[in-house]
């Protein structure tokens, strides 16, 4: 008998879990214990809970945890792993070390629907949501686990097209019977879906990242189908409307690519749109992959983009490229390890 998995479960699902089998009340905050304070691997680790117990559970449960199958490290430190999930699918989760902190990105689905020009794992295709255990495990199977100050959901996927288990994992990461990691040191990015953000706005604490890339609208549709359906300017308005304060935050990212979003037209209609939010704009360098003709521009470029920006009164600031030499592309060390099975 295939046995159903313990790690990713809130503290709501393990009590349903611990009632099924007969355990006492106390049994599933005692389970959350060992699977989030503590780095157990096996159910028999789980000593404050009796010989019995252990043995019913792990009858039917396991932990379910699994390390990364292969990994690259760039020569600044930036690692990048390989997960299996689905059964036989990969994704990749980076590890960004810095000064003072250790980012990790998740991804939130092996592939991605969404179509966006620039972006390997958009080629890929859509091949399934990930679970959140397969979501948080690239987080605690992770090996500088314990070096982790912050992460963010940029990785494969977009978030808010996973809406319930993303939130199950941010429960879990957040609250006190969980990892009780403040909010503030996750950001979830999305490129902006109109039916969930309301939902991920009001029942998460997190920052938000929303992927603009364009502000006029005919552009944002060639690089992001996205646009088409689920109009930038209704996300902004719905940011406008939403009581940002309590140190949560709302970022703008913009790829910049050359000759494509990249002149003063564009730095006065982006000041434009968000005139009257408090936000900043990170800007980031594309990385070229194989098989795209878009074009990353020079650093001069990127430069002038920011002061344009900050001079029109939007805080904006040039995200530093990381793991270049790896192949920062998300999606490009799934595709290898995809056509390899
Ligand atoms: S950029 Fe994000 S939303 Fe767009 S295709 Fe890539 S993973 Fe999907």
Known sequence: MQKEILYGRTLDELIVVTKRLGMPGFAAKQIADWLYKKEIQTIDEMTNLSKNMRELLSKEYEIGLS???????????????????????????????????????????????????????????????LSSNEILNQFRSLPEFNQL??????????????????????????????YAWSPTRITVSTIGLLNSIKEFLEKSRCHLAISLHSPFDDERKKLMPVQKTNNVKEVIEIIRNFDFSKQRRVSFEYILFEGINDSPRHVKELARILNGIKCRIN?????????????????????????????????????????VDINAACGLLSTLGQNKT
């Not at 930036?78 to 902190?101: H, M, Q, S």
């Not at 800007?283 to 983009?305: E, N, V, Y």
């Open 67 to 129: 390390d990364p199958v292969n990994f690259s490290q760039s020569s600044d430190g930036t690692k990048k792993y390989l997960y299996k999930v689905l059964g036989n699918k990969f994704i990749e989760t980076a590890f960004i070390p810095e000064d003072d902190r250790a980012t990790i990105c998740v991804s939130s689905q092996a592939g991605c629907k969404m179509g966006c020009i620039f972006c390997m794992t958009g080629k890929q295709g859509f091949q399934g949501n």
């Open 149 to 178: 100050t912050n992460m963010v959901f940029m990785g494969m996927g977009e978030p808010l097209d996973n809406l319930p288990e993303v939130l199950k994992s941010l429960d879990i990461l957040t609250n006190d019977w969980g």
């Open 283 to 323: 800007i980031i360098r594309f990385h070229q992959f194989p098989g795209s003709d878009l074009k990353s521009p020079g650093i001069g470029a990127l430069t002038a983009f920011r002061e344009a920006l900050n001079d029109k009164g939007i805080l904006s600031t040039i995200r530093s490229s990381r793991g």
